[in-house]
Nanobody, 114 residues
Framework: QVQLVESGGGLVQAGGSLRLSCAASGVIFSMSGMGWFRQAPGNQRELVAGIGTGGTTNYADSVKGRFTISRDNAKNTLYLQMNDLKPEDTAVYYC????????WGQGTQVTVSS
C-alpha cells in the first residue's frame, strides 16, 4: 500500500521559512519522480517544484530562488525548503509521486500572514 505523508506546514509571517517533508512508503522511492503541488482556495492545483530520479529539478517561476526541492533516497523522504515566504504562497501543499499510476499525499496547510 502506497502512502505519502506530508508534514511541516503551519502559520508563518511573511519573510519567514518552513520546511515541508513527505515520507513515502510502498513505492520504490529512488525510482520515482517526485514533486510538490499546491492548491489555494478557488484555484487549481499547480506544480510548485519537481525532482527526477537523477536529481534534476524544476520550479514554478513564482518560487524560483526562494524554494528548494530535495530528496533523501535512504530515508524515502522528499523535502521542500521554503524561504522568504509571501502571503500568496498560502495554500495546501501536496506531495506527488509519479511512480506507477501516480500517488498523492493528503496535504499540509501553509499559511503566510502579512
Amino acid at each position: 500500500q502506497v502512502q505519502l505523508v506530508e508534514s511541516g506546514g503551519g502559520l508563518v509571517q511573511a519573510g519567514g521559512s518552513l520546511r515541508l517533508s513527505c515520507a513515502a512508503s510502498g513505492v520504490i522511492f529512488s525510482m520515482s519522480g517526485m514533486g510538490w503541488f499546491r492548491q489555494a482556495p478557488g484555484n487549481q492545483r499547480e506544480l510548485v517544484a519537481g525532482i527526477g530520479t537523477g536529481g534534476t529539478t524544476n520550479y514554478a517561476d513564482s518560487v524560483k530562488g526562494r524554494f528548494t526541492i530535495s530528496r533523501d533516497n535512504a530515508k524515502n523522504t522528499l523535502y521542500l525548503q521554503m524561504n522568504d515566504l509571501k502571503p500568496e504562497d498560502t495554500a495546501v501543499y501536496y506531495c506527488r509521486s509519479w511512480y506507477g499510476r501516480g500517488y498523492w499525499g493528503q496535504g499540509t496547510q501553509v499559511t503566510v500572514s502579512s
